[in-house]
Antibody, heavy 120, light 107 residues
Framework: QVQLVQSGAEVKKPGASVKVSCKAS????????IHWVRQAPGQRLEWMGW????????KYSQKFQDRITITRDTSASTGYMELSSLRSEDTAVYYC?????????????WGQGTLVTVSS | DIQMTQSPSSLSASVGDRVTITCRAS??????LNWYQQKPGKVPKLLIY???TLQSGVPSRFSGSGSGTDFTLTISSLQPEDFTTYYC?????????FGQGTKVEIK
């Protein structure tokens, strides 16, 4: 069965960076894309960016353009999202989600979420 | 960015009621509209994609319609497990924006 398993909760200080992993299983990793979505407490879902796991192409939200990096390791069927220059407003649950690379796009499987807390 | 606005933000209903949630896009997105259900503390679950296609395994009481800028999610007969929050999302372009959510509560 398809599974996306994310790395554990993180506590970071303002200005630091965090890297969250998302290990895929149960499907051919390179045939799909991985998106990253976050949700701050009581807020709506917010899209951050995505990577085509096959060719490595990425696209980021302009909001995070200068401090986000999304990568993947095809040998490990794992995607990564690194966010730098953290501030308190980045405290949120971060999700990875699988997407087909052809239209219509949809996030059919999600990781369990990784809580990132930014606090001094 | 395309803005997605849901209405209402919350509603109260009873088991067995028919419920409709609306999602409006700030510009035309054709039929590139998905609906997700999220229970408290849980992961979002895909219900409907491409405006009206039911995701595999989702009960048939859920249905979607619309195109262009106006879309609806309908639950034909509310069940106890349906009292939670629903989000629409456009998949027409990046950034993939979500609505603010509609919370369905027990009357």
């Amino acid at each position: 069965q398809v599974q996306l398993v994310q790395s554990g909760a993180e506590v970071k200080k303002p200005g630091a960076s965090v890297k969250v992993s998302c290990k895929a299983s149960g499907y051919t990793f390179t045939n799909y894309a991985i998106h990253w979505v976050r949700q701050a407490p009581g807020q709506r879902l917010e899209w951050m960016g995505w990577i085509n796991a096959g060719n490595g192409n990425t696209k980021y939200s302009q909001k995070f353009q200068d401090r986000i990096t999304i990568t993947r390791d095809t040998s490990a069927s794992t995607g990564y999202m690194e966010l730098s220059s953290l501030r308190s407003e980045d405290t949120a649950v971060y999700y990875c989600a699988r997407d087909v690379v052809v239209t219509p796009s949809r996030f059919d499987y999600w990781g369990q979420g990784t809580l990132v807390t930014v606090s001094s | 960015d395309i803005q997605m606005t849901q209405s209402p933000s919350s509603l109260s209903a009873s088991v067995g009621d028919r419920v409709t949630i609306t999602c409006r896009a700030s510009q035309s997105i054709s039929s590139y509209l998905n609906w997700y259900q999220q229970k408290p503390g849980k992961v979002p679950k895909l219900l409907i994609y491409a405006a009206s296609t039911l995701q595999s395994g989702v009960p048939s009481r859920f249905s979607g319609s619309g195109s262009g800028t106006d879309f609806t999610l309908t639950i034909s007969s509310l069940q106890p497990e349906d009292f939670t929050t629903y989000y629409c999302q456009q998949s027409y372009t990046t950034p993939r924006t979500f609505g603010q959510g509609t919370k369905v509560e027990i009357k």
